[in-house]
């Protein structure tokens, strides 16, 4: 979700994000077969012969049960920071996700608000492989789902839970699960304190973390500031998804994570936090206006 300051600061675009990774690619493994799904949300945990205990069982779990619903809808809200020889340059995000499954079709609008009060509004359409922006008072216009930059433009709440596949499936395990709430909830969880992120660059979760702070990074590169991962250091990392512990569905995810970036002595602190909170299923179809279709 990509809140990005520039350079001084004075201009903080956050974009729609949390990963679209290409939405088609993410949408079919999460939404196979929902359409044959029962909707009832006792479904899934009484058809287990066995009690879920690793977080793969849980994930598998949760992409049934969100399955169940044609759509969801999420609220987004995101905070992000540079902070610089003591002066920080931030931005908050408030907006809405509407995601499809069982097909590549997700809207996301909302608002970003710099330090200095300047709003710009976003809202993008992605369906199949065509995709439409605008941007404050801009006209729309047509975009790739494909392009690297698309990719941290939309915030795409189904596709965490092939992301947390991956951190679960990589060597060692990287996804801890903890009962929460007296057991009303589960939460997985992957964590990172500081160090290099030359040390961890192959680890998925480091890799999304550098993903999100790419368009930051290539910022500070037009600015003269050298940028590269030899350099970095991931000052700490917390990604936690949220289900809900009798249905399985995604109750929120959170991305919290940062960056020092080493320059003329001193280190620049670059801070990211995203929360997405399932509102319940989406009733509407998600498509592309008329207006905007080819």
């Not at 990589?170 to 709430?181: P, R």
């Not at 498509?287 to 279709?293: N, W």
């Given at each position: 979700m990509r809140?990005?300051?520039i350079r001084s600061a004075a201009v903080f675009v956050l974009p729609l994000a949390l990963t679209l990774a290409a939405c088609g690619a993410e949408a079919e493994p999460a939404g196979a077969g929902s359409q044959e799904t029962?909707?009832?949300?006792?479904?899934?945990p009484s058809e287990q012969a066995e009690a879920p205990e690793t977080a793969e069982d849980f994930l598998d779990l949760a992409e049934?049960?969100?399955a169940e619903e044609q759509a969801w809808s999420f609220s987004v809200k995101g905070e992000e920071g540079l902070t610089s020889q003591g002066q920080k340059s931030a931005a908050t995000y408030e907006g809405t996700v509407q995601r499809a499954v069982g097909r590549a079709a997700l809207h996301s609008q909302g608002v970003s608000t710099s330090s200095k009060g300047k709003k710009r509004t976003e809202e993008l359409y992605v369906v199949g492989e065509e995709g439409r922006l605008k941007e404050d008072s801009a006209e729309w216009k047509a975009v790739s789902p494909a392009d690297p930059e698309m990719r941290n433009k939309a915030d795409d709440p189904i596709a965490v839970i092939h992301e947390f596949r991956m951190y679960a499936q990589?060597?060692?395990?990287?996804?801890?699960?903890?009962?929460?709430?007296g057991g009303g909830t589960v939460e997985l969880r992957v964590t990172s304190g500081e160090q290099k992120l030359s040390a961890v660059r192959q680890r998925a979760w480091a890799k999304k973390a550098k993903r999100e702070f790419e368009p930051t990074a290539e910022q500070l590169r037009k600015a003269g500031i050298p940028v590269d991962d030899a350099r970095l250091t991931l000052s700490g990392l917390q990604e936690v998804l949220v289900l809900d512990a009798k249905t399985y569905r995604i109750r929120s995810h959170r991305l919290d994570f940062g960056f020092l970036i080493p320059y003329n002595g001193q280190d620049m602190a670059f801070e990211q936090q995203v929360t997405m909170e399932n509102q319940g299923p989406y009733d509407g179809r998600i498509?592309?206006?008329?207006?905007?279709?080819r």
């Open positions: 809140i990005r300051p029962p909707s009832s949300p006792s479904a899934a049934k049960a969100m990589a060597a060692g395990g990287d996804v801890k699960v903890t009962e929460k709430d498509e592309l206006p008329a207006d905007l279709r």
